[in-house]
C-alpha cells in the first residue's frame, strides 16, 4: 500500500488566498484526521471523520478552516482566506477503527504552507 | 479537555547512550502509541500497547504500558545517530471509539556521534 498520500508537499501563498490541501487515505481505513503541527503549539487535532461524516470539528481554528470528505478515498482541507498564522505544517492521518480499540493513525508525509 | 504530559522535552545525548522518556496522564488509557517523527516527515508508528503491564520491544525500544493505565516510557537502548527527531506518546480512552488520539508535545532527540 502506497500509505496515505497528501498534496501539496508544499505549498506558497499570499494573505488572503484560498488554500486547499488534499489527502487520500490507506485503501480501506474508515477514518481520516487533519492535524495542524507549529513549534508553539505542537500536533493539534483540527477534526476527524468516521465513514465520510465529521465527528469531531471543536479543533478547526475559525470560519475561515472547512474540510470535507466527499468518499472514503479524498478529503480535503481548505483555508479561505488565509493568513501568515495559517503557516504550519498540515498533517493527514487515517485509521481502521474498529470495536475492540486497536486504532493505529497512519500519517501522510505533510503539507508545509507557507502563507506570506 | 485531556491532556498528555510527556518528558523530558528535549534530550542531547552521546551516541551510545541510553534514553527514557515518559508520559503521564489525567485520564486512563486503554491504548498508547509512540511515534517518531524524522525532519520534514510525519510521524510514524514504532510501538503500540494495548494491556496494563505490557511491556513490548522493537530492536534498541523497549515501550510498557503503566499498570495504572495513567502512563508510559520508551527506552532506547545503545543510541545511534539515526535515532535523531521527535518521540510523540499518544494515547486513547476507553470513550475515544471515533479512534481519536491525544498526543503529548514530544521529545525532540539529539544525538551526538
Known amino acids: 500500500d502506497a500509505g496515505v498520500i497528501q498534496s501539496p508537499r508544499h505549498e506558497v501563498t499570499e494573505m488572503g488566498q484560498e488554500v486547499t490541501l488534499r489527502c487520500k487515505p490507506i485503501?480501506?481505513?474508515?477514518?481520516l484526521f487533519w492535524y495542524r503541527q507549529t513549534m508553539m503549539r505542537g500536533l493539534e487535532l483540527l477534526i476527524y471523520f468516521n465513514n465520510n461524516v465529521p465527528i469531531d470539528d471543536s479543533g478547526m481554528p475559525e470560519d475561515r478552516f472547512s474540510a470535507k470528505m466527499p468518499n472514503a478515498s479524498f478529503s480535503t482541507l481548505k483555508i479561505q482566506p488565509s493568513e501568515p498564522r495559517d503557516s504550519a505544517v498540515y498533517f493527514c492521518a487515517s485509521s481502521l477503527v474498529t470495536g475492540w480499540g486497536k486504532n493505529i493513525q497512519y500519517f501522510g508525509a505533510g503539507t508545509r504552507l507557507s502563507v506570506l | 479537555g485531556q491532556q498528555l504530559n510527556q518528558s523530558p522535552q528535549s534530550m542531547f545525548i552521546q551516541e551510545g547512550e541510553d534514553v527514557s522518556m515518559n508520559c503521564t496522564s489525567s485520564?486512563?488509557?486503554?491504548?498508547w502509541l509512540w511515534y517518531k517523527q524524522d525532519p520534514g516527515e510525519g510521524p510514524v508508528l514504532l510501538i503500540a500497547l494495548y494491556k496494563a503491564g505490557e511491556l513490548t520491544s522493537n530492536g534498541r525500544l523497549t515501550a510498557q504500558f503503566g499498570i495504572t493505565r495513567k502512563d508510559s516510557f520508551l527506552n532506547i537502548s545503545a543510541s545511534i545517530p539515526s535515532d535523531v527527531g521527535i518521540y510523540f506518546c499518544a494515547g486513547q480512552t476507553q470513550s475515544n471509539q471515533g479512534g481519536k488520539l491525544i498526543f503529548g508535545q514530544g521529545t525532540e532527540l539529539s544525538v551526538k556521534p
Open positions: 485520564s486512563i488509557f486503554n491504548t
Open positions: 485503501s480501506g481505513h474508515n477514518s
